[in-house]
C-alpha cells in the first residue's frame, strides 16, 4: 500500500524557515518524480515545486522561485521542502504527492502557518 | 503560464442526474488533463487521468472526455458519498494549474 506522511509543519515567523518532510512507502520511490502542493485555508489546490525521480532536475512555481528548495532523500525514501523567508501567503496545507504525471498519491498534508 | 477555467463554482444535483463539470484550458495541452475529488479535511483522491483514463477503484459513473481544449468530467446516477470538492488539473507544462474547483452537493 503507497503511503506518504508529512511532518514538519507548524507556527513560524515571517522571514523565517521550516523544513518539511515526507516519508514514503509502499514502492519504489527512486522510480518517482515527487511534488508538493498546498492548499490555503478555504482555497483551491496550488502546485508548489517538482523533483525528478533522482534529484536532478527540479521545477518550481514562480512565487517560491529562489526560497524553497524540494529535494530527495532515495535511500531513506523521503521528500524534502526546505522553505526560507517565508510570508504570510505561504500559510497553507501543505501535500506531498506522488507525480506520474498527473499526481496519483496524496499525503495526509501538514499545516503550515506563518504569522507574527 | 496555462490558464484552466472551472465551471460551474458550486451545483447541487439530484441521484437521478447527470452531473456535468468543464475545465476550459487557455491552450492545448495534449490531454495531459486530470480530475480530483477533495472531501472536507481530507487530501485530494485522483479520478481520472489523461482526459479520458479511469484511475484505480474509480467507480466507472466517472467518465472524462474533451472538445477541442474543454475537458468535461461526467457523474452519471451519482452517490450521496460523491458529494466534496472537484478539481482538475493540467500535467502539459510547469507551472501545473489547478483549476478553480466546483464544490458538488448530492441531495
Known amino acids: 500500500e503507497v503511503q506518504l506522511v508529512e511532518s514538519g509543519g507548524g507556527l513560524v515567523q515571517p522571514g523565517r524557515s521550516l523544513k518539511l518532510s515526507c516519508a514514503a512507502s509502499g514502492f519504489t520511490f527512486s522510480d518517482y518524480a515527487m511534488a508538493w502542493v498546498r492548499q490555503a485555508p478555504k482555497k483551491g489546490l496550488e502546485w508548489v515545486a517538482t523533483i525528478i525521480y533522482d534529484g536532478s532536475s527540479t521545477y518550481y512555481r514562480d512565487s517560491v522561485k529562489g526560497r524553497f528548495t524540494i529535494s530527495r532523500d532515495n535511500a531513506k525514501s523521503t521528500l524534502y521542502l526546505q522553505m526560507d523567508s517565508l510570508r504570510s501567503e505561504d500559510t497553507a496545507t501543505y501535500y506531498c504527492a506522488r507525480q506520474v504525471g498527473p499526481f496519483d498519491y496524496w499525503g495526509q498534508g501538514v499545516m503550515v502557518t506563518v504569522s507574527s | 503560464d496555462i490558464q484552466m477555467t472551472q465551471s460551474p463554482a458550486s451545483l447541487s444535483a439530484s441521484l437521478e442526474e447527470i452531473v456535468t463539470i468543464t475545465c476550459k484550458a487557455s491552450?492545448?495541452?495534449?490531454?495531459?488533463l486530470s480530475w480530483y475529488q477533495q472531501k472536507p479535511g481530507k487530501s485530494p483522491q485522483l479520478l481520472i487521468y489523461?482526459?479520458?483514463s479511469l484511475a484505480d477503484g474509480v467507480p466507472s459513473r466517472f467518465s472524462g472526455s474533451r472538445s477541442g481544449t474543454q475537458y468535461s468530467l461526467k457523474i452519471s446516477r451519482p452517490q450521496v458519498d460523491d458529494s466534496g470538492i472537484y478539481y482538475c488539473?493540467?500535467?502539459?507544462?510547469?507551472?501545473?494549474?489547478f483549476g478553480s474547483g466546483t464544490k458538488l452537493e448530492i441531495k
Open positions: 489523461d482526459a479520458t
Open positions: 491552450q492545448g495541452i495534449d490531454d495531459y
Open positions: 488539473l493540467q500535467s502539459y507544462s510547469t507551472p501545473f494549474t
